[in-house]
């Protein structure tokens, strides 16, 4: 039938689509033509003026571990000031679990479910797994915080929601008053709720959003001239 030619046509089409592909991602024809998604070497353009010899930092997202590893290797290059923002709490280098999950994060797990059945609470997975992402988040922002001070540079870190816009006003009067001034912003901050797709309720969502495009907003709205 007419169908079942269309059919055999495109999956003989798909069939091709591996050997014919260019590298890279999302290749496929359209109109008779064939479009893709590669990469291409071009040269770096120019920057701005140089940052001052004591740049100011603004980092959302502080806490996450690859932002904190990024935010060593920019105090290393700088020894600047760094201003961290994170939900995450102030974390404390003298908090026994911190300590424990750095040193030894399998025996933690087990510290800690024992703990669990001690108080007639189960040790669930997810349970286990809830406390281990909250101290990974704590651990990544000491550590962020020590490379800093390690680097010879100067710390603050701030815990703020992002989406709330007086609680970023309050913390960017603060950078005012303690740096006068925001050389480079670094907007990392996100939000993830990790659950299967059917089982995500809509206000699931709105973190990743809210985190990551309505937070940057309400910093840069609550910079305002800062110069």
């Known amino acids: 039938s007419r169908d079942n030619g269309k059919r055999a046509a495109l999956a003989d089409l798909r069939g091709e689509e591996p050997w014919r592909a260019p590298v890279g991602v999302g290749v496929g024809p359209a109109g008779g033509r064939r479009g893709g998604v590669g990469l291409a070497e071009r040269p770096f353009p120019a920057g701005g003026e140089p940052l001052d010899p004591d740049p100011v930092f603004l980092v959302t997202g502080a806490a996450g571990s690859i932002v904190s590893a990024i935010t060593a290797d920019l105090a290393a290059a700088s020894r600047g000031t760094f201003h961290l923002l994170d939900l995450t709490p102030v974390p404390d280098p003298a908090d026994a679990d911190l300590r424990r999950y750095v040193e030894d994060r399998e025996a933690f797990k087990s510290e800690f479910a024992a703990r669990l059945r001690g108080r007639g609470e189960r040790p669930t997975p997810v349970v286990i797994e809830r406390e281990l992402a909250r101290l990974e988040r704590l651990q990544a922002a000491l ?23 007086a609680a970023v006003d309050a913390v960017l009067a603060e950078v005012r008053a303690t740096s ?21 309720e ?26």
């Open 180 to 200: 006068g001034r925001g050389d480079v912003l670094l907007p990392a901050a996100r939000a993830e709720i990790s659950h299967a797709l059917p089982d995500k």
């Open 202 to 227: 809509p206000g699931e969502f709105a973190p990743a959003p809210g985190g990551q495009g309505g937070g940057v907003l309400n910093v840069l709205h609550a910079a305002g001239r800062l110069p």
């Open 143 to 165: 550590a962020a915080v020590q490379a800093v001070e390690q680097a010879g540079g100067s710390a603050h870190y701030h815990c703020v929601d992002l989406t709330d816009p």
